[in-house]
């Protein structure tokens, strides 16, 4: 199994550009989470999806982040404009159900640099 | 705020040495998770303990469930360099909202 596959490992970008972040989760997991991690604020749960649909997106920090999950094997979180407080390291991760006792793998994350 | 605490935030010791790190919250939760993560990597689940009071064990690591199921703490035996890494407990709470803690930065000397 290739595990959780994240695009691109490292992205720079200006501020103001649009950035989009690609995850592959496992086959056949049916939950797929978006975290973000900064040495501030640690690990923070962005949004979950569940059979392709979002349940809880209350930790996407603003308008400026969206999410979509057009079907089970691909899902993208977008950040359009981008700002350098948005430079931290974003992790997708899936699940096989997503309840609490499940084990969370995670994706080797994206370093996203917004100068 | 953060719902998990995590205290140390930082430790560093010597190879060979016992260590404790603990993970508290005024809220309970259904279940609670032990994350390893190493440098440039994702994190890497340990454990899950679901009972209050339950005790794991996995090698030289010992993983302990509040009876109140509030907080859980992990040690480690004789720590060997290979632990070194970063150690998240993380929590499904009883509204099924799924939290990481504050992190504990583990370091072990050779």
């Known amino acids: 199994d290739a595990g959780v596959i994240q695009s691109p490992r490292h992205e720079v970008t200006e501020m103001g550009q649009e950035v989009t972040l690609r995850c592959k989760p496992i086959?056949?997991?049916?939950?797929l989470f978006w975290y973000r991690q900064t040495m501030m604020r640690g690990l923070e749960l962005l949004i979950y999806?569940?059979?392709?649909?979002?349940?809880?997106d209350s930790g996407m920090p603003e308008d400026r982040f969206s999410a979509k999950m057009p079907n089970a094997s691909f899902s993208t979180l977008k950040i359009q404009p981008s700002e350098p407080r948005d430079s931290a390291v974003y992790f997708c991760?899936?699940?096989?159900?997503?309840?609490?006792?499940?084990?969370?793998?995670f994706g080797p994350g994206t370093r996203l640099t917004v100068l | 705020t953060q719902l998990l605490e995590q205290s140390p935030q930082f430790l560093s010791i010597q190879e060979g040495e016992n260590l404790t790190v603990y993970c508290n919250s005024s809220?309970?939760?259904?279940?609670l998770q032990w994350y390893r993560q190493e440098p440039g990597e994702g994190p890497v689940l340990l454990v899950t303990?679901?009972?209050?009071?339950e005790v794991k064990k996995l090698k030289r690591l010992t993983f302990q469930f509040g009876d109140a199921r509030k907080d859980s703490s992990l040690h480690i035996t004789a720590a060997q360099p290979g632990d070194t890494g970063l150690y998240l407990c993380?929590?499904?709470?009883?509204?099924?909202?799924?939290?990481f803690g504050t992190g504990t930065s583990l370091t072990v000397i050779p």
């Open positions: 993380a929590g499904d709470d009883t509204g099924n909202q799924f939290y």
């Open positions: 086959s056949g997991h049916n939950s």
């Open positions: 809220s309970v939760f259904s279940s």
């Open positions: 303990v679901v009972t209050g009071g």
């Open positions: 999806f569940n059979n392709n649909v979002p349940i809880d």
């Open positions: 991760a899936s699940s096989l159900t997503g309840m609490g006792t499940d084990t969370q793998y």
